[in-house]
């Protein structure tokens, strides 16, 4: 594509200065109808019962023109780093440079990763805040395969992490299998359920599929609450078994991992070993997809996200494709639910709200649909950027918020847009995220 | 019309509701020749297309098709992906239906779906990296290169499909319904939106599937240069109904076809038949 010469951006930009300010006032137009009754006149009962109301003008204008200016600055970082043609305003050099950074960010992260729990041995806190943000970025992964890939848009994800904890939970606690066992059963048992949430929403498309598995999450989530004599109802499932060492427990007794090293114990091995554990799950999840991808069975889930008709056409068989790509993401999920069960030692149908699906849906969103890297880099902001304001206190959420706001203005179709082919003749050439879709449900 | 049918439409009927779109249409498309349906627009030919194609049950009448080795396939009785499948039925779009996201050669692998998922050993045998499906995949690429470098493509095959200009679009979309290595390759419309060049050079494309790779081929056209320098066999439609057949010369001077297309003003119709030779 060539690019725009310098002197029509320029252009484009003052002639959108009357547009910015007509925008910008009718903002705060709204804002001044909202808020002139809202915030502007407050009531009161006096002393007598009576209706007493004083007025604050002052509060009013000063939100109207928070909102006024508020707008004026949203639509100037919207024209100057985004949306569309984000990259032709950016100078070459840098473009160069983000480039070299893209082509070693992952082996770095990567590494990164490997060394956090050498790097940050004594600070629990942070090893736990990477255990939580790793679980995140494998059920980010997981769900990948199925709105990033697949393109259907599934709202009940946390349903398939409900199966695959409650699933270790339970064949752990009554019939003391152990983690190894239980965890592939774990992920099988969630496959089955993707599957069959597959089946009656094969025909439904768009908002309605959105809607039916929004509507399985909560099925999920109620029938949990409401076997007490399985799930155990809301008080939930307690004492769930502490993964061993292949095993070796990990713990301070003559058996333990730490006895048989001959090393001092300490509670943070558990910490590491769990860390590790859910960093080679997370790159399991990782490498399948990577390879699915590149298998058949991936590519026609991207043509399915493209086009379902002209897959038809092709001779493939959409339902089939379908359920397998719920199936994978189901299964990835159920694994992620299992070690969810035995970090936790405790599950209850509190931790499988609706709050839980959306979260991960919003990572898989703003990493940019289909982006392995994106979707971890989208975890890790989405997690430890919550974490990293707790100092704003009750403030948090707002400014939480707004950033969310910010990145989807500057980079709407997340923070990594492009698509890398699957094969390639001479080349792989990154994909503009113009062209790509998003799937239709 | 005698000679070895590959496809035989037998009292085809397809009703929406209370509209009949097309009725009691009998036809046929002989074998490594290419038949060309025509007809004024909103005279049922996509509709029959839908039909042939599974992406619609016809409400009555039989589809035939007859492969190479004798066997007998009703193709009203299959529906959706199967007549891709089993009955190697492809089909392109009137509105281009690539998938604009992925390159060229994505477009055609995907095309070899049923294929290589057959040689991935349903995906278990490719995600260890099995080396039959290595060869398998190789040739598939191979395919898709051959296929590239006849719609002449080859230099873009990295690009993504949804950057080309329209020509290639139809192209590309031709190429890949041949990548599924079908017996009948139906296209609708495949001269639409293109100028004269591009026309001249998918008439020689498709002459050339015909002659060097021996497909059957049914195409619904409007460009009648294209029609009438590259089909055996004319089928006319309007209304639902068949209203005239045979060689393009014979359907040429037909003087119901003429009415068709432009009322019962037969000098212009003449003009416009004339023109297209």
């Keep these: 594509m060539t690019p725009i010469p310098h002197k029509t951006t320029h252009a484009s930009r003052t002639a959108g200065l009357t547009y910015i300010l007509k925008k910008s006032l009718l903002s705060a137009l709204v804002a001044l109808v909202l808020f002139s009754l809202m915030v502007g006149v407050r009531t009161e009962a006096g002393s007598d019962g009576q209706l007493t109301y004083w007025t604050r003008f002052g509060e009013v204008a000063a939100l109207v023109a928070g909102v006024f200016g508020g707008s004026i600055v949203i639509e100037l970082l919207r024209q100057w780093i985004g949306p569309a043609g984000a990259e032709k305003l950016v100078p070459p050099a840098v473009q160069s ?117 929004l509507a399985f999450g909560e099925i999920i989530r109620l029938v949990i609450i409401n076997w007490q004599s399985l799930t155990g109802g809301p008080n939930g499932v307690p004492g769930i078994p502490r993964p061993s060492f292949f095993g070796i427990p990990l713990d301070n007794s003559d058996d333990g991992l730490a006895a048989k090293l001959g090393i001092e114990y300490s509670p943070t091995h558990r910490i590491v070993f769990l860390f590790y554990l859910i960093l080679a799950l997370a790159l399991l999840t990782n490498w399948v997809t990577i390879r699915l991808r590149r298998l058949p069975i991936g590519r026609a889930w ?24 719920f199936a994978t993401g189901a299964m990835f999920g159920g694994f992620a639910g299992a070690f969810f069960a035995t970090r936790q030692g405790f599950i209850s149908p509190e931790s499988f709200t609706f709050q839980e699906s959306a979260l991960v849906l919003a990572i898989v969103v703003l990493g940019g649909m289909g982006s392995q890297l994106g979707v971890a880099l989208a ?31 500057w980079r709407p179709r997340g923070l990594i847009g492009h698509r890398a082919p699957t094969v390639y003749l001479t080349k792989a050439q990154a994909i503009s995220s113009d062209l790509v879709k998003e799937g239709h449900g | 019309m005698s000679g070895d049918k590959i ?37 049922g030919k996509t509709t029959v297309f839908n039909c042939i194609t599974g992406f619609y049950k016809p409400s009555g009448g039989s589809i035939r098709l007859a492969h190479d080795d004798g066997k007998i396939i009703a193709l009203e009785r299959l529906n959706d992906f199967r007549i891709a499948k089993q009955a190697k039925v492809a089909r392109t779009f009137q509105n ?30 490719g995600l260890i990296g099995a080396p039959g499906y290595r060869d398998a995949e190789k040739r598939a690429i191979d395919l898709a290169t051959d296929w590239l470098r006849r719609v002449n493509l080859l230099d873009r095959a990295d690009d993504a499909a949804g950057n080309f200009a329209y020509g290639d679009q139809r192209r590309l979309e031709i190429a890949r319904a041949m990548c599924t290595e079908p017996a009948l390759l139906c296209l609708d419309e495949p001269a639409a939106g293109l100028n004269a060049r591009e026309s001249a050079a998918l008439s020689e494309l498709l002459l050339s599937i015909r002659n060097e790779l021996g497909t059957s081929i049914l195409l619904i056209e409007h460009d009648m240069s294209v029609v009438m320098e590259i089909s055996d066999h004319i089928v006319v439609m309007d209304h639902g109904v068949k209203i005239a057949q045979g060689t393009p010369r014979q359907v040429r001077d037909d003087p119901k076809v003429i009415a068709a297309y432009l009322g019962a003003d037969e000098e212009e119709a003449v003009a416009v038949m004339e023109g297209g030779s």
């Design chain 1, 379 to 409: 975890a890790l902001a989405m997690i430890g950027g919550f974490e990293l304001f707790r100092g704003l206190e009750t403030y948090r959420m707002l400014v939480f918020g707004m950033a969310m706001v910010l990145i989807m203005i």
């Design chain 2, 7 to 43: 496809l035989s439409v037998d009292q085809l009927t397809m009703r929406f509701g209370g509209i009949v779109a097309v009725q009691d249409l009998s036809f046929s498309a002989e074998r490594k020749k290419i038949t060309a349906l025509i007809g004024p627009n909103g005279a």
């Design chain 1, 97 to 213: 440079g983000m480039s070299f950074v893209g082509r070693y960010l992952a082996p770095a992260l990567l590494i990164f990763t490997l060394l956090v729990p050498v790097i940050f041995y004594n600070q629990r806190y942070i090893l736990d805040l990477a255990i939580l943000v790793l679980t995140y970025v494998m059920l980010g992964w997981g769900l990948n395969v199925v709105v990033g890939l697949a393109g259907l848009l599934d709202l009940g994800y946390v349903a398939f992490y409900a199966v695959g904890a409650y699933s270790y939970a339970l064949l752990a606690t009554n019939f003391g299998w152990s983690f190894w066992v239980c965890l592939p059963l774990a992920g099988i048992l969630a496959a089955f359920w993707g599957v069959l949430l597959g089946f009656p929403v094969l025909r439904l498309r768009g908002d309605y599929l959105a809607i039916v598995t």
């Design chain 1, 302 to 325: 991207e043509a399915l996200r493209e086009d379902e008709v002209a897959c038809r056409a092709l001779g493939i068989n959409t339902t089939t494709t379908k359920l397998t790509a």
């Design chain 2, 96 to 125: 281009i239906r690539l998938f604009p996201g992925m390159t060229a050669l994505e477009n055609l692998m995907v095309a070899q779906h049923n294929a290589l998922m057959r040689a991935s050993g349903l995906t278990f045998l």
